[in-house]
């Protein structure tokens, strides 16, 4: 079963909602923290958050193919769900870390995390520690969002969505397991003498695995209330296991990270340049109208009309 360790958990969830005083610590280089600062947003601090879980039952002690003599491929969507018992805990373990990392950036009377990375490391045979490590930001406003968002954006991502009106909702993960068992077919097309072709079991497989983990973070980030998704990572790790029956199987693992984000309304403001106020320098148009035609005057700027000198005649 799953179990996930008590230990370094903190006392309050919720926490205090005012930002704290004194120095502190951030993860953002220079340039993200000036470019947080430029999008309104101030950091203060660094937020942690850390889980360790014991994964005793996977879900998939035996070959799918042995069991069930009509499929080859079976993955985590599908009817018998091979696999959740690993599944669920890969959820747990990074939903547990992701929220005792919001639970201090709440603490520290911050709006949200920027620049959010995960870690993954094995401490024994049967145990994982799964660590979220970000910088909490305080939006310049009165106005305090119900909880705080999460994001893997860097300081100079996060600043250039909300510029262009959008802003981050929260981290989603997309997980998916797949097994394929190495049927007659699989190995004429992957034996020796098969030559240079393509392997359409193994192609299967691992779109069968990555099409369910896109699944499983659109689903994510519409929890979130995200109306558009952005991809941080993808990962396929496909490993091979040995059958009772005398053959091997293929497990595939794919793993997607990303942030939902959501617009915001703004001002609208009208399209196209702004009017331009026109003011009349001249008289009244009435007084214009009647007044007579004048002759240009010298020094007025109008070129006068040319004059032909009068022809002088001599008497003689």
């Known amino acids: 079963m799953v179990r996930g360790e008590t230990t370094g958990v903190p006392a309050e969830e919720h926490g205090k ?15 993200e923290f000036a470019a947080v600062g430029s999008a309104g947003f101030d950091p203060v601090g660094l937020v942690l958050g850390t889980a360790i879980f014991h994964v005793g039952y996977t879900g998939a002690f035996t070959c799918t193919y042995e069991q069930f003599s009509s499929r080859s ?13 690993l599944v669920d805990a890969m959820y747990a373990v990074r939903t547990t ?6 639970s201090e950036c709440r603490a520290r009377g911050g709006d949200g995390v920027v ?49 262009s009106g959008w802003v981050p909702t929260g981290v989603a993960f997309g997980i998916s397991m797949a097994s394929r068992h190495d049927d007659r077919h699989t190995v004429r097309q992957s034996g020796w003498t098969a030559g240079n072709q393509e392997v359409d079991t193994y192609t299967q497989l691992v779109s069968q695995v990555r099409r369910d983990a896109r699944a499983q973070l659109t689903r994510e980030a519409a929890k979130n209330g995200g109306d558009a998704l952005v991809v941080d990572d993808m990962e396929l790790r496909v490993r091979e296991r040995d059958c009772r029956i005398g053959a091997k199987d293929r497990v595939a693992e ?40 004048r002759k240009p005057a010298a020094g007025d700027g109008t070129p006068a009309a040319t004059q032909m000198p009068e022809e002088v005649s001599t008497a003689t």
């Open 73 to 85: 491929l079976e993955s985590t969507n599908t009817q018998w769900r091979p696999f959740s018992g």
């Open 115 to 163: 620049g959010l990375t995960f870690r993954i490391r094995e401490i024994s045979a049967e145990n994982v520690e799964f660590t979220a490590v970000g910088t909490a930001v305080r939006a310049r406003s009165s106005i305090r969002p119900r909880r705080p968002f999460t994001s893997h954006l860097s300081g100079q991502e996060f600043a250039r969505l909300v510029h």
């Open 254 to 293: 794919a793993l997607f990270v990303g942030t939902s984000i959501a617009r915001f309304e703004r001002t609208r403001k009208p399209a196209g340049p702004a009017p331009l106020t026109i003011m009349r320098l001249d008289r009244n148009r009435n007084d214009l109208a009647d007044e007579p035609s």
């Open 17 to 31: 909602s005012e930002p704290r005083e004194g120095a502190w610590e951030s993860a953002l280089s220079v340039r």
């Open 97 to 102: 870390a992701l929220r005792r990392a919001v």
